[in-house]
């Protein structure tokens, strides 16, 4: 449950008010379809909600949250407010005032008889909107500046391996994007067995991409020495507040190093390889989405992440493994993700980090917390041995 309150602006920015607040049953904060819903029903009016203003609990999910939201008038019933709204350098274009209107004319100029419009998400990450058209769904993405390679990676993929992810129909370069709309569902909390296949696809994907080689712009490059570096940026600042980090650090190079040693070749690497971005059905082969967390580095991390959640994942390594045995001869896949392990909660520290250095302040909430809680994790994973 999420108790939701909306400040309300109009077309040009002019403060109406707010609405009393009122209850939606998903509590995961950019979740604003039944946002928007609940308001039209409630208020009677059509909102578009814009950004994250405020929050009553230190991370998501529930408690209390206030978002500014643009509306075509002020309601019956809405409370005045007195509040300061500000700008700030770092707001994704979408999160502006006038972005999403800008934005869905953008997406109308490439798509005709466009039936609805249903803001699904949106937060310092994405915005998504679906789009009823005569020929279906299409997905209308939007990606602030530091996660925009995602583009650059559909292009290949769709190039390269048709249906193995949505459809880039169309760009704009400043982080828009249309997208198809894959047949499915998206497989959280999928079984073991359900998830050998999405091993499969994605080591096809990363071997075509080390024999490619393609030139993907603005891609986040985390090879070699370039992961320690932004480890060790993310977790500097904690010195001395998380006991044993120091010496966590400490054994990251000799602990790399032995990755390195057992030949696991780095390549692209999705970065978010849960199955929730996996959707699949019965007649219809895995596609992965949201590739805007990607970056160039070891695969082990992605498995590593497509494991979280079972009780047992011992399948799923040993078809990683063999994968990796099958094309690169000589090879030690297996210890390669032993000596990860401990290492993924550090690079989720560095990512969190790249997140909270990229978005402006009032959104912090969604990840402030994200970059404490893997180090603590990291130090506490570091028991794990050197083999």
């Known amino acids: 449950m999420r108790t939701v309150s909306l400040v309300l602006v109009s077309s040009g920015g002019d403060v109406l008010g707010a609405l009393p607040p009122f209850e939606v049953e998903i509590p995961w904060w950019s979740e604003i379809a039944s946002v928007v819903s609940a308001a039209r029903a409630r208020f009677g009016v059509t909102v578009t909600v814009l950004r994250l203003l405020s929050t009553s609990l230190p991370e998501q999910p529930g408690g209390s949250v206030t978002y500014l939201a643009s509306a075509p008038s002020a ?15 770092l707001r994704a274009a979408y999160a502006a005032v006038g972005g999403p209107t800008r934005s869905l004319e953008w997406a109308s100029s490439h798509i005709s008889e466009i039936s609805d419009m249903v803001q699904v998400k949106t937060w310092n990450l994405s915005s998504l909107w679906r789009l009823e058209t005569g020929g279906g769904t299409v997905w209308l ?9 995602e583009t650059a990676v559909l292009s290949w993929l769709n190039a390269v391996a048709p249906g193995a992810a949505p459809t880039l129909l169309a760009a ?19 079984p073991e067995a359900d998830r050998l296949p999405m ?24 090879r070699g020495g370039l992961l320690l570096e932004q480890i060790t940026a993310a977790a500097t600042p904690w010195l001395g507040r998380i006991d044993g980090l120091e010496a966590v650090l400490d054994a990251l190079p000799t602990r790399l190093s032995a990755v390195a040693a057992c030949g696991v070749p780095e390549t692209l690497v999705h970065g978010d390889f849960h199955p929730g971005n996996v959707r699949s059905a019965a007649h219809v082969p895995p596609a992965v989405l949201d590739w805007g967390d990607a970056y160039l580095g070891h695969p082990g991390f992605d498995i590593l992440r497509l494991c979280g959640g079972l009780e047992s994942s011992e399948a799923l390594l040993a078809r990683w493994s063999s994968l990796w045995r099958a094309a690169v001869p000589g090879c030690d896949p297996s210890r390669a993700v032993t000596l990860l392990r401990p290492v993924a909660p550090l690079l989720g520290a560095a990512v969190y980090a790249n997140f909270l250095a990229n978005i402006e302040p009032d959104e912090w909430p969604y990840h402030a917390e994200d970059v404490p809680s893997c180090l603590k994790a990291a130090v506490g994973n570091f028991v794990v041995p050197m083999l």
């Open 75 to 89: 309601p019956a019933g809405v409370l005045p407010f007195s509040g300061m709204l500000s700008s700030h350098p």
């Open 199 to 222: 091993v499969d696809l994605l080591h096809d994907l990363q071997l075509r991409f080390l024999r490619d080689q393609p030139v993907l712009p603005g891609i986040l490059d985390r």
């Open 141 to 149: 993405k939007e990606l602030p500046a530091f996660l925009r390679a």
């Open 172 to 190: 704009d370069g400043e982080g828009r994007q249309l997208l198809s709309h894959l047949d499915g569902e998206d497989r959280f909390g999928a």
